[in-house]
């Protein structure tokens, strides 16, 4: 069972991978919480195009949303350059640029399973909770939150997943240099590039589907607790 | 406490244009369905912005549309139970019953959350969760949650609708504890004239989203012609009487006021109680001469005060007994056959059986 340790190099590959969709997923939260609750609950103009942006990584060519990334958020683009300025922040070739990438195309699932949870909250318990004297912000923070828990486990979830399988936007925007932007994905390519790199491609394959479904059963166990602890009829 | 609404309100086609003003311990805003009664207390709560109109509430003004004032329904202080409990389901029954009193001023709560379980009878409840409690559990645990909060008023909207009869009778007593032991003026929305004859001590009749009448529920009551017609036969008199003694070789008990004695089946209020009688018009007779070897046991004596041809070849006769007017619905033939004339002496028969437990209740106390 020799081949199946890995490499220090592939350590750094699982690592940092883990560690650009942890990044990915925590900072989008709150955003995708936002727009969810925007889309379920708001009507104002210009709700299609919102919708539209939201998801548009999810049909556009990973390739062509890394491209864009690089436009953007590029040293010259102009939020990077911006950025970069004012506040020191560098996407491009850092592993940050990867968080973002990931974070950008998973975020029309993330929305998406908020939004849906939002949409099924009963509003008459807000309307109750109001009639008690709880302003919107303690309603939304009291009721509809707690209410919306497992939807946000479910979009975290898938988020996470995402993240982890995201190759195409990546390598298109921050590359593919190891210990920085090399993530399991592109780590992987990078084996079946190379001659006799079959072993370490189907090593990392199996940690990334350890990964994967670890993070399927840790989403399952926290959705069933919070069910439970909620009590729907 | 005085209650004053005035207010324009559309909904799609529906046109709500209700005015009134009450200061009862419990108004019932009484109605059909489709008559606007949930769109009135959604209004006084606060739930919906009338586009016309003002709402205060012992002078404080709640919405006032001319000055641009719309107090929203979180700093209303106006307890709401809605028909379906609507209790929060990620709460245990104790932590739903805390929350309103989180948002309440401490110099301003008045509701002591052990004297409000004890009242309601919901001590054994709150470590559950609401999904493991019965229907009427699950409206006791909201109205102690309303309460809690330490409402100025507290609007009820049919809270007993989606209960079988044997909930109901579980409820009403606390409900009825509410209005004589708590002293928050409370709304009740209903359609039953049973409920309102038994809780309301002042009556705002909706219909088609006008206030059709309003005023001390004795007085709302008798006016028969203004009930909805699928109610207009639980429509009668609303006396009020004084337990004299209880018959315990015939389990009856014998209630006394000016307009006379009758007899219920025993009733277990304590001799010297007030209790509320509901005489439905349907269920008495009129006799010109007093009445002899008759099965019924209650007479009561008075004078012909009204006779008004109703809908239907139908009269309804009002016998003034002793300053408490009994309404009788008879054959309009009757009437003509016994010529009845207002002044004439005349008296109401009613038969002990035509008294369901519905309606003897406590008396209200003022």
Not at chain 2, 119 to 128: E, K, N, V, W
Request: with cysteine; net charge positive.
């Amino acid at each position: 069972m020799e081949w199946l340790h890995l490499s220090p190099e592939e350590w750094i590959a699982v690592r940092l991978s883990i560690k650009v969709s942890i990044w990915a997923t925590v900072a989008s939260l709150p955003l995708g919480i936002l727009i969810a609750y925007v889309l379920a609950r708001k009507e104002f103009w210009g709700k299609a195009a919102l919708n539209g942006i939201v998801h548009l990584p999810l049909i556009l060519p990973p390739v062509v949303t890394g491209y864009l990334l690089l436009l953007t958020f590029g040293r010259r683009g102009p939020i990077g350059a911006f950025l970069d300025q004012n506040f020191g922040i560098v996407f491009s070739f850092r592993w940050t640029g990867a968080a973002l990438a990931c974070g950008v195309m998973a975020f029309p699932l993330m929305v998406r399973a908020i939004r849906l949870s939002i949409e099924a909250v009963d509003r008459k318990l807000e309307a109750a909770a109001g009639t008690l004297g709880a302003s919107p912000p303690f309603v939304f923070a009291t009721i509809t939150l707690p209410l919306v828990l497992p939807g946000i486990i479910a979009g975290m979830i898938l988020s996470f997943a995402k993240a982890m399988g995201e190759f195409g936007a990546t390598i298109t925007f921050v590359s593919n240099i190891p210990g920085e932007t090399q993530t399991l994905p592109s780590a992987i390519y990078t084996f079946t590039q190379v001659p006799g790199g079959d072993l370490g491609a189907l090593r990392l394959t199996l940690v990334s589907i350890v990964i994967a479904m670890i993070a399927l059963v840790v989403s399952e166990v926290l959705a069933r607790r919070v069910s439970r602890r909620m009590d729907i009829e | 406490m005085t209650l004053l609404v005035d207010i324009r309100h559309r909904l799609g086609s529906f046109e709500l244009e209700a005015g009134f003003e009450s200061s009862g311990r419990l108004t019932a805003l009484f109605g059909t369905s489709g008559s606007g009664k949930t769109s009135l207390v959604n209004l006084i709560a606060g739930l919906i912005r009338p586009m016309q109109g003002r709402i205060l509430v012992d002078g404080r003004v709640l919405v006032d549309t001319a000055k641009r004032i719309f107090v929203p329904m979180h700093r209303r202080r106006i307890g709401y139970v809605f028909q379906d409990a609507r209790l929060f389901p990620h709460m245990t029954v104790s932590q739903n019953l805390r929350y309103g009193r989180f948002f309440t001023p401490a110099g301003e709560r008045y509701a002591e959350l052990d004297a409000v379980v004890d009242l309601l009878g919901i001590g054994h409840l709150l470590d559950r969760r609401p999904s493991l409690l019965s229907g009427g559990e699950k409206q006791r645990v909201a109205i102690g949650r309303a309460l809690i909060a330490s409402p100025k008023l507290i609007l009820m909207d049919e809270p007993l609708a989606s209960l079988d009869d044997a909930r109901k009778a579980e409820i009403m007593p606390y409900i009825e504890r509410l209005r004589d032991e708590a002293r928050i003026p409370i709304v009740y929305v209903s359609h039953s004239v049973a409920e309102v004859a038994r809780l309301a001590t002042d009556i705002v009749m909706l219909a088609g989203g006008k206030v059709s009448a309003s005023g001390p529920a004795q007085d709302i009551l008798r006016r028969l012609d203004l009930l909805p017609a699928e109610e207009r036969h639980q429509g009668g008199s609303l006396l009020e009487m004084i337990v004299a003694e209880h018959d315990t070789a015939f389990g009856m008990s014998v209630l006394r006021s000016p307009a006379g004695e009758i007899r219920i089946f025993g009733h277990d209020a304590l001799v010297g109680s007030r209790v509320r009688v509901r005489i439905r018009a349907n269920d008495v007779m009129v006799a010109t001469q007093p009445p002899e070897g008759l099965s019924a046991l209650n007479v009561l004596s008075g004078k012909v005060s009204q006779v008004r041809e109703g809908p239907g070849m139908l009269s309804d006769v009002t016998i003034d007994c002793g300053g408490q007017p009994v309404i009788a619905r008879i054959t309009s033939r009757s009437a003509r056959m016994l010529d009845l004339k207002p002044g004439q002496s005349a008296f109401a028969v009613i038969k002990t059986v035509s008294f369901d437990p519905d309606s003897t209740t406590r008396g209200i106390t003022i």
